[in-house]
């Protein structure tokens, strides 16, 4: 019910462009969010967005570097990545949360997709 696309390999300072296409009951969530998980480290929150009001929340690393956005007559999120850094390597997922309970907790989303990889060279 969700799909993520739009990983890659790119270069430091390179920019990305990841999608979520919900269908399904996620059509309708109230919060959807990427998150990202680097290898051996935990799955840590990176920017959400609310359906109705586009209300944006992102992680302080990074913040003025990544965009959130969304259309809503493709059911689709998506998150700009500019001025990648090596740290940002990671596969990323997108999430739903119906109830809007966290932004920023894993446990607040009901629904995660496949995950996407990016990987950042130096």
């Known amino acids: 019910q969700l799909q993520a696309s739009g990983g890659g390999l790119v270069q430091t300072g390179g920019s990305l462009r990841l999608s979520c296409a919900a269908s399904?009951?996620?059509?309708?969530?109230?919060?959807m969010g990427w998150f990202r998980q680097a290898p051996g480290k935990e799955r840590e929150f990176v920017a959400a967005?609310?359906?109705?009001?586009?209300?944006?929340y992102y992680a302080d690393s990074v913040q003025g570097r990544f965009t959130i956005s969304r259309d809503n007559a493709k059911n689709t999120v998506y998150l700009q990545m500019s001025d990648l850094k090596p740290e940002d390597t990671a596969t990323y997922y997108c999430?739903?949360?119906?109830?809007?309970?966290?932004?920023?907790?894993?446990?607040?989303?009901?629904?995660w997709g496949q995950g996407t990889q990016v990987t950042v060279s130096s």
């Open positions: 399904g009951r996620t059509s309708s969530s109230y919060v």
């Open positions: 967005i609310t359906w109705g009001g586009g209300s944006t």
């Open positions: 999430a739903a949360s119906l109830a809007g309970l966290s932004t920023h907790m894993p446990w607040g989303y009901d629904y």
